[in-house]
Structures are given as C-alpha cells and as structure tokens.
C-alpha cells in the first residue's frame, strides 16, 4: 500500500516540480494522441457515415472488417507502420521511422476503425423518419445527410471519447514505431513502462496519475462540449 | 382545375410481394382526399409515392405537372412544394423553433423572415407559448400540432398527413382538424390524408379512395362512399370500423 502513496506524492510533487522532462513527455503525449483523434475524425466520421447511408457493394464485408479492426492489437499496428516505414519498406524514403510522425500513424490506424465503426453505427440506429421529415421539408440531399449527422451526433462524440481513450493509453504500437526515445519520442506511456522495468515504481504510479488526470480533463473538456450543444437532448429519466 | 397528381399503371413491390397496383388516378388540386382501408391495403405505399419517398417499380408518374423522372434535381424542385405529417410527428432535437424553422432554413430564406414566419405557425396551431421549449418532450397532441406548423410553414401546395390524429385524445383531434379545414380553405392548400377514422373521413374528406389489398376498389364522395358503398369489402370494412368506432 506504501508504493501507492509514495508514487500519488510524487506525482504531485512532479506536477508541482514543473519538470521539464515530464512537461515535454506530456505535451508530446497529447500533440500525438489528439492529432490522431483529429485525423481518425477526418477519416472516420466520413467514412462511417458513407457506409451507413450509402448503397455500398459488400457492405455487410465492409463493416465487419471495420468491426474486426476496432479490435486490432496495438502491436500489430505498430508492426505493420514499422513494416512500411523502415528502411526497406514502402514508405522508407521519407525517413519518418521512430519520429511523433510514425506515432501519429500507428494510432490513426488504431482509433479510426473505432471512429468509422461506431459512426456507422449511431447513424444506422436512427429511424427513417429523419430522413423522412428533412426530405418532405425540402432539404437537398446534403441538407438531410447533416441533418442526419446532427441526429446521430452523441453516437459520434461517444465515437470520439472511445478512441481518445484507445489513443491515450496506447502503448505497443507507439513503442515500437516511436522506439521511447528520450526528449524525441517519449510519451507518458511508455515512461510508465521504462520506469517500472528500472524499478522507479513511485516515478510509473506518478505518471500513471499524471495521464489519468490529463485523460480526466479531455473528456471533461468533451462532455462540456458535448452538453453545450445537446442543450435540448434528453436522457432516460428513472424514477 | 388543374391536376395535380396523375398515376398510370403504378406498381410497387415489396421483394415479390405486390403491395401496391393502381391503374389510374388523377387527382384535382384544392381538395381534401382521404385515402382509406384496411391494414395491409397500401396506403401509406400509396402516400410515400405520391410524395416522392419511394420509387415505384412499374408505371408512370406525374406529380405537380411533371413526369417524374426521380432525378436528385427534379425530385428536390418538386419535394419544395409539398411537404408531409407522418403517424409519429417526427421531431428532431431542438426546440419546436429549431423545428417549425428547419424547411425554411432548407430554403436559404433570410433569418428575420424565418422568425416572423415561426410566429405566425405558432399561432395558428396554438403553440406560441412552446416555442423554446424542447420539441420532444411534447405530449402527442403537441407534436403533431408542431408538426403541422412545420409542414405549412414552407406554404406547400399539396400536404400529405398520414394519421395526423392517432394515439390523440378527441380534443386535440378536434383541434386538428380544424387546423386541416382552415389551411385547405384559407389557402387552397391540397390534403392527403390517410386514416382509419370513419368519422374524420367523413367530416373532412371531400372525396375518399378506398384501397383493399393495394387496388383502388372505390372512390368518390364521401357521401357516396360512407351512404352507398358499390363494393361489398367497402361495406364490411366500413360496419367493421362503425361498430369499433
């Protein structure tokens, strides 16, 4: 029980240090993880949407590969950027191997079949009658599909919520492409996992914390968002 | 008087179910049509294809002057005219403004006329006092009351309700229809309503149409269908539905 609140004290004191080293592990662990929530939106939602809506050969094949790659290990993906971005590889030339770059790609790979599917989803489970009532009030094919998405939208920011989470605490895939190198590729991740095999137990808790605070306060940041814009939403009342 | 809908030899399929076949029908503008019949008969089918949400497999179709080519462009042109109140009075999340505005909005129309536009639907449906309220967590009665403020704000020349007064108590269905009268009288609004209520027909419907197992089987009057109904399914449905009733 000791090694708990010596790693919770530490990880104040090292928030209340400003550590340099820590600061810029945290920073660079958030520029990664919310460029590839950014990019998994960009591809995802998207793409999820075409597949909801659209009239898609193979589709049932589609969606159950997106459904498959939600599960994807982390270490697989990191082996398959690895694979593309080393020397011999595809993607060699471009020298982005055990860079933030190759991070970025490794968890793009993780989080946008959970963006892509689970919008998929919210927008499947919607009635007809969205569609329905936008049309009969004279919206344009566009006009409806945005309504759609309007309607389908606690889907998509839980969409996003579960790959921020995917991302944030990804350790395989960024540890194999980013290869946690000191003041280059280190994110918090894989510091709890350096200091838990030097045996600085109290250093990995107060990571650990540091990341389950920062992960805290993204999603407070979200539900914020999200509660601003679902001012009219209602949820199950139980009595 | 000009015709608005024509059909000709309209087939709709369902897999190889045929739930729909109807040879002919034309219908004149400025009228309240009721199309009724049993569950299962194809009025809605009938409905959805007049209003332009579903293709029919065979046959032609002419709405509002042109043959219906189902183009995104055309269908977009021609939808701009109509619009529909469907059995759930679907709204979307937001307020009833966010929805009695949502066609007008579709319109690019100015937000100061958009406003003006919500007041007067309001008020003529009775709903002013909802306004900012939460479109869904209005009573049934309420909705479709909204409904029908959404679907005639955008000042269709054809409005399709089907069973705009199910699951309501009588008062709200007496409010709607005289909401359904003053709109087809004060603006020459066309009505296509389906329902199952006998009496609603009867004092709404300028002519009914009466569908049994996707056929027109009769049409006309209403007095002439509710007195004197030419067709033995007409009459058992009608004594059925009385005696429910």
């Given amino acids: 029980m000791n090694i708990f609140v010596e790693g919770i004290k530490e990880g104040v004191y090292l928030i209340w240090q400003m550590d340099p080293e820590i600061i810029q592990v945290t920073l660079l662990s958030l520029q990664v993880s919310l460029t590839a929530l950014l990019l998994s939106a960009m591809l995802g939602i998207p793409t999820g949407a075409a597949l909801a809506l659209k009239k898609i050969p193979g589709k049932r094949i589609w969606l159950n590969t997106i459904y498959t790659l939600m599960g994807l290990p982390p270490v697989l993906a990191g082996l398959l950027v690895y694979l593309l971005l080393t020397y011999r590889g595809p993607l060699g030339q471009f020298e982005l191997l055990f860079t933030p770059s190759a991070m970025v790609f490794a968890q793009v790979l993780l989080a946008a079949p959970i963006v892509c599917g689970l919008t998929a989803r919210a927008v499947m489970a919607l009635p007809q009658d969205v569609y329905d009532t936008a049309a009969t009030l004279g919206a344009s094919r566009r006009q409806a599909s945005a309504t759609i998405m309007r309607e389908a939208r606690i889907g998509i920011v839980a969409a996003l919520t579960t790959a921020f989470g995917r991302v944030i605490a990804e350790v395989g895939a960024v540890m194999l492409v980013g290869g946690n190198i000191r003041w280059s590729t280190r994110v918090l991740t894989t510091s709890i996992v350096l200091e838990t095999r030097m045996g600085n137990f109290s250093t990995a808790i107060a990571i650990g914390l540091i990341l389950l605070s920062l992960s805290f306060l993204i999603n407070l940041l979200i539900l914020k968002l999200e509660k601003r814009t679902l001012r009219y939403d209602n949820t199950i009342q139980i009595t | ?245």
């Fill in chain 2, 1 to 245: 008087m000009t015709t608005q809908f024509k059909l000709h030899n309209v087939v709709k399929r369902y897999g190889s179910r045929t739930v729909l076949t109807i040879d002919q029908l034309a219908l004149p503008e400025g009228r309240i049509y009721t199309i009724m019949g049993p569950n299962g008969s194809g009025k809605s089918t009938l409905l959805r294809i007049m209003g332009l949400l579903l293709v029919n497999d065979e046959g032609e179709l002419e709405v509002l002057g042109e043959k219906v080519n189902w183009e995104k462009e055309q269908l977009l042109q021609l939808r701009r005219q109509m619009s529909m109140v469907t059995q759930t009075a679907f709204m979307f999340q937001g307020s009833v403004e966010y929805n009695v505005a949502y066609g007008l909005k579709a319109r690019n129309m100015k937000s100061r006329l958009i406003r003006a536009r919500v007041g007067e639907m309001l008020e003529m449906a009775g709903m002013s006092a909802y306004r900012e309220a939460d479109a869904r967590t209005l009573s049934g009665g309420e909705r479709q009351k909204v409904a029908l403020a959404r679907a005639m704000a955008v000042k269709p020349k054809v409005l399709f309700l089907d069973e705009p007064t199910s699951n309501i108590d009588m008062a709200s269905a007496a409010e709607i229809e005289k909401y359904i009268r003053a709109i087809n009288q004060q603006q020459g609004t066309t009505i296509i309503l389906v329902t199952h209520n006998l009496f609603q027909a009867r004092r709404l419907a300028d002519e009914v149409i009466f569908l049994h197992e996707g056929h027109i089987i009769e049409r006309g009057s209403a007095q002439f269908i509710f007195d004197d109904p030419r067709d033995q399914r007409t009459l058992a449905f009608l004594h059925g539905e009385a005696v429910m009733q």
